[in-house]
């Protein structure tokens, strides 16, 4: 018998936000890796590429020409998961195994540059304070929709992340509920809100920096931190200091401390393993059904597959899927590496 | 305005074992795929390969010597995930967000086959009922281990499973707490039989059965279907007609019955794509925690990643990770493409 020690031993960990636990194994990091390898695309990306249906003047798959744009451009996805139509539907409550719920819908792709080359560390901060300004406009003509009650704003960046081209862009998908990982961040904050008028996220920002363990970067407005129940070996978050709900809500200083810390923490991210790191990210924040939300606290998280190296990713499978998600490095032990990065990227060096 | 068509029009459908929704989208197949390829092992392997750790008489990672085992063979997993040590604990109340246990646990690894270039869908009937025995000893044995209250039966099976070796094996982790994803399952399962004391997948299975839509296979004593909640393309589970609650009640015929399902299904798996196809598996039952477990029904899950050909798989990233799963194709259609795959398997042919 020998007393818990939460750097050594096997434990779960619980995540208030969603109310799940998670498995973290913080001596496995040390087995050998036999398993697939990701290919990584190391050739140099033309400043511009005739044949990317993103970059400025080319046209795109239904036929139409991208403007020649000079910062971000937004349009609407051609192949949507979504779609406008409004739909008749009478709710058969009989059905208690075949409930379905036609749902409305508006996909959007965001460039993020005209420069097919760059990516988001690689760019200047007054270039990822314009992407800022297209989110709060999409955020505010999206959620003036009537039916749009939720707008996720999120980017897949890499191949291993399902991205299909490195020209820098993010997406959009606004829509009429809730989708279930945002529902049960805000039944959280609510009930947490209710309890003690204040955010979850503004008290769980308070002890996170009264420890200092899981910190990355810390300015002015914003930290990144890799939440003390993160899932993903570099997870982390992004987290207002102030406490309010949406990306609408920013000061002007507070876009610039935005665009620094994004800049930041994505330069981190490639350096740790000199590659132009893959990752999905997304920003969650208060719904846009018209209520009052003040249990919402504005941030963004950060999943990155990779566990070792440029190539060897974490899988999250057969136990993931069955049973519950499983860490092999602690959140500490990740914050640490990550907190030792420069913040110079790599490529300029 | 429209009415709502199912298989047209983007909809929610509802998953009542965890309570979550997924979002369909039936005309998104069509859109044109230029992203990331898997790469796809097509080289014969050999029926013993002197360098796998796993092959009969090889030696492994630690350094110890697999027995010449002629059917399935079962070890104790090297890295395994958790550890078996007592660890002293008291738990913090006061903390709100740094909530943490240790948990203890055994990992296992089980060999399905001394043949290295075997997979289930080319194993005979016999070897795979081998197989369901030794779950069924496993089971018994970790069950019965005081402080295991839960034994997870899975396999990844490929490299883009995170599958180190094409060795068909699987694994087993058996751990103290109920995962999160058995957790969510179990509490609807109870609240179905306590209102309604018949299990919940009882009723589903007969609900389904007499629609037919979603039927891949049937036979004496069990069914593979695609669920109406299915997230994964061509995701299945196989439930037992019978209501039990665990592997140790299949009576000798209803062994037979799993087995022969089981080859079935992965035969029409493996010709869908003419490929070996990957996937994870996993069998949820009920807790061996010792009490009576009426409310459970034993049923096996497949989580299969492929989208549309052998090497385009379905990512679930950006929104699905942020927002909710998101799938491409109607569970409707997937069952009617498999319901057609042949029964001889490809190879065969
Ligand atoms: O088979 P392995 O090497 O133990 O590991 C594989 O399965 C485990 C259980 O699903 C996962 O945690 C690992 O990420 C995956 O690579
Ligand atoms: O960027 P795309 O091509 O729309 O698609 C990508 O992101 C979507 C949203 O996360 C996923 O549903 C797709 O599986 C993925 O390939």
């Known amino acids: 018998m020998k007393n818990f020690d939460i750097n050594e031993d096997p434990h779960r960990r619980f995540n208030p936000l969603i109310n799940e636990w998670v498995l973290v194994s913080p001596h496995r990091a040390k087995r050998p890796w036999q398993g697939q390898n990701e290919t990584i695309a190391t050739e140099a990306l033309p400043k511009y590429d005739p044949t990317c249906y993103l970059c400025p003047g080319n046209v795109r798959a239904n036929g139409m020409n991208n403007p020649k744009y000079e910062s971000s451009f937004v349009f609407e996805n ?8 409004e739909i008749i539907f009478e709710e058969d409550i009989k059905h208690t195994f075949f409930k379905a719920k036609p749902e409305q819908g508006i996909s959007r792709v965001v460039c993020f540059s005209p420069r097919h080359d760059l990516t988001l560390p690689e760019m200047e901060v007054d270039g990822i304070e314009n992407i800022i300004r297209t989110w709060q406009k999409e955020y505010t003509d999206l959620g003036n929709i009537k039916y749009i009650n939720h707008v996720q704003i999120f980017e897949n960046k890499g191949s291993v992340m399902g991205c299909s081209n490195p020209h820098p862009h993010g997406q959009i998908w ?24 204040r955010t979850l996220l503004e008290d769980y920002l308070q002890a996170e920096l009264k420890s200092g363990e899981r910190i990355v970067i810390e300015n002015d407005h914003f930290v990144a931190l890799v939440p003390f129940w993160a899932i993903w070996p570099y997870e982390t978050m992004i987290l207002s200091k102030r406490a309010f709900g949406k990306i609408t809500d920013f000061t002007s200083e507070e876009t610039t401390a935005f665009a620094k810390i994004l800049k930041q923490l994505t330069i981190k991210y490639d350096n740790l393993f000199s590659t132009s790191f893959p990752y999905s990210s997304g920003i969650h924040q208060a719904p846009t ?22 190539t060897v990713k974490k899988f999250m499978v057969g136990y993931e899927m069955m049973g519950e998600s499983q ?15 420069s913040d110079v990227h790599y490529k300029s060096l």
């Open 327 to 341: 860490r092999d490095i602690t959140p500490e032990k990740s914050a640490e590496i990550l907190r030792q990065q």
């Open 78 to 85: 051609d192949f949507a998961a979504m779609k406008q139509d």
């Open 289 to 310: 059904d018209g209520l009052k939300h003040p249990e919402w606290h504005f941030h963004m998280h950060f999943y990155p597959p990779l566990l070792r190296s440029a």
């Open 174 to 197: 606004a829509q009429s509920s809730l989708p279930t990982q945002v529902e049960k961040t805000q039944n959280s904050l609510k009930s947490y809100f209710d309890k003690n008028n």
